[in-house]
């Protein structure tokens, strides 16, 4: 089973050459997400989601051509910088940032 999401963010399935808009069987909750959180809350609530999404599977779906695909994760939940990428107007010698240290030091 692939899932997908597709045009504006519609969660689908697909089935050979065609993706089959699970709009109307998912859940209303998944729905009402922003678009941009629907992929993970699918994935996330899989489990309880599978069946309703393997019954979709058996309808008729538009020509996967015809659709635009979406990433299923559009945006990152966590982005680290590290000082040693970047030298740029630093003068002197830069140590290396351990990123378990800098974690660690940010927790306390």
């Known amino acids: 089973?692939?899932?997908?999401?597709?045009?504006?963010?519609?969660?689908?399935?697909?089935?050979?050459?065609?993706?089959?808009?699970?709009?109307?069987?998912?859940?209303?909750?998944?729905?009402?997400?922003?678009p941009p959180d629907r992929g993970t809350a699918i994935i996330a609530n899989f489990e309880r989601l599978q069946s309703q999404i393997a019954a979709s599977a058996g309808?008729?779906?538009?020509?996967?051509?015809?659709?635009?695909?979406?990433?299923?994760?559009?945006?990152?939940?966590?982005?680290?910088?590290?000082?040693?990428?970047?030298?740029r107007n630093v003068n002197g010698q830069v140590a290396a940032c351990s990123l378990s240290t800098s974690l660690i030091s940010s927790a306390r």
Request: some cysteine.
């Open 59 to 87: 309808g008729h779906g538009s020509p996967q051509p015809g659709v635009r695909l979406r990433t299923p994760r559009s945006r990152p939940s966590k982005m680290l910088f590290d000082l040693g990428n970047c030298h």
């Open 1 to 34: 089973m692939k899932l997908a999401l597709f045009n504006d963010c519609i969660p689908g399935v697909i089935v050979r050459d065609e993706i089959i808009d699970l709009n109307e069987s998912i859940c209303k909750q998944v729905m009402q997400l922003p």
